[in-house]
């Protein structure tokens, strides 16, 4: 069993930065890859970033590309999200998952249904 535990986030504007912080309990957390998600209201859980266990896989979504920088530090059994540039649109609840499928591609990496746990989320809003 693993626990999430996000934080970081905050209400911030436009242009500025925060980083996430998803904690976890357990001593596989390390095996695992981990996701970012966000879902704004009335929208559907959309990906933003996610890491493989060793770190040497890291994807991003298109609207995180040059933005966001996803990381990993499985001695503290947390990841992190850094996002600068800050826009409204990116105003959302934040969740990190842990999938524990040893293998995954990086397709099914961007999808929720291939992550086991969630946290509960961490607002993030971003005023203009």
């Known amino acids: 069993q693993v626990q999430l535990v996000e934080s970081g986030g905050g209400l911030v504007q436009a242009g500025g930065s925060l980083r996430l912080s998803c904690a976890a309990s357990?001593?596989?957390?390390?095996?695992?890859?981990v996701g970012w998600f966000r879902q704004a209201p009335g929208k559907e859980r959309e990906f933003v970033a996610a890491?493989?266990?060793?770190?040497?896989?890291?994807i991003y979504a298109d609207s995180a590309k040059g933005r966001f920088t996803i990381s990993r530090d499985n001695a503290k059994n947390t990841v992190y999200l850094q996002m600068n540039n800050l826009k409204p649109e990116d105003t959302a609840v934040y969740y990190c998952?842990?999938?524990?499928?040893?293998?995954?591609?990086?397709?099914?990496?961007?999808?929720?249904?291939?992550?086991?746990?969630w946290g509960q989320g961490t607002q993030v809003t971003v005023s203009s």
């Open positions: 998952g842990a999938a524990t499928a040893l293998f995954i591609t990086t397709a099914a990496m961007q999808l929720p249904s291939s992550y086991n746990y």
């Open positions: 890491i493989t266990l060793s770190g040497s896989r890291l």
């Open positions: 357990g001593r596989t957390f390390n095996s695992y890859t």
